[in-house]
């Protein structure tokens, strides 16, 4: 079945250093979600790529979907104590499949 | 707009009982998806529901079960409970349950089986 590899599962920065996360499929992507957990908290829907190479911005927050659509990346610049939790990348693979597909997160914990 | 609700927000069980976790949807949200997370395997999907019929299933056991209502509540029910059921049980409502309706999460009911 579809697979949603994320690396790295654990990092640590100081703060106002660059932070990446990165999300593979073992399958193609008809799109990709990025989500984020708060510690103790529940995932929150942060953005949604679909095109192929397809990049988006929020604040300091790069998203990037890669050309074959079978990989994504998150990049924070100039992280701050508000980027702490965990960021999810979750994906279907299309066709009838109502099942988002989430990869296991990265820990971003922050040293202020 | 009220967000997602579930209830109870923790419950402790011993072995072999059975739960029953409640999801209350955002309002005019039809899909409702169901989510193990534990720190080991992150987040897990256990089924989706859409305008009471499930559309999709997770690979769990069959003692993992729910249910849609017409009012797009939803209930799902754990039978003969293991140690390793024990977990957040998270709920996701999304307006279609189409590929690009994003998932809205509620605050998630913490299971502990002892």
């Known amino acids: 079945g579809q697979q949603v590899m994320q690396i790295p599962q654990y990092q640590h920065v100081q703060e106002g250093e660059d932070f990446t996360t990165y999300c593979n499929s073992s399958?193609?992507?008809?799109?990709i979600q990025w989500y984020k957990q708060r510690p103790g908290g529940h995932p929150v829907f942060l953005i949604q790529?679909?095109?192929?190479?397809e990049v988006k911005k929020q604040k300091r927050l790069t998203f990037q979907f890669g050309e074959a659509k079978k990989n994504s990346s998150l990049h924070i610049t100039a992280t701050q104590t508000t980027d702490v939790g965990t960021y999810f990348c979750?994906?279907?693979?299309?066709?009838?499949?109502?099942?988002?597909?989430f990869g296991k997160g990265t820990l971003l914990t922050v040293n202020p | 707009k009220a967000g997602v609700t579930q209830t109870p927000r923790y419950l402790i069980k011993t072995r072999g009982q059975q739960v029953t976790l409640s999801c209350s949807p955002i309002?005019?949200?039809?899909?409702v998806s169901w989510y193990q997370q534990t720190p080991g395997q992150g987040l897990q999907f256990l089924f989706e529901?859409?305008?009471?019929?499930?559309?999709n299933k997770g690979n769990f056991p069959g003692r993992f079960s729910g249910r849609q209502f017409s009012n797009s509540r939803s209930e799902m029910n754990v039978s003969t409970l293991e140690l390793g059921d024990s977990a957040l049980y998270l709920c996701?409502?999304?307006?279609?349950?189409?590929?690009?309706?994003?998932?809205?999460f509620g605050n998630g009911t913490r299971l502990t089986v002892t």
């Open positions: 996701a409502s999304s307006l279609s349950g189409d590929l690009f309706s994003p998932l809205h």
């Open positions: 399958t193609t992507l008809s799109n």
């Open positions: 790529l679909v095109k192929s190479g």
């Open positions: 979750a994906g279907y693979s299309g066709g009838s499949n109502y099942k988002l597909t």
């Open positions: 309002s005019g949200h039809r899909s």
């Open positions: 529901y859409f305008s009471e019929t499930q559309r």
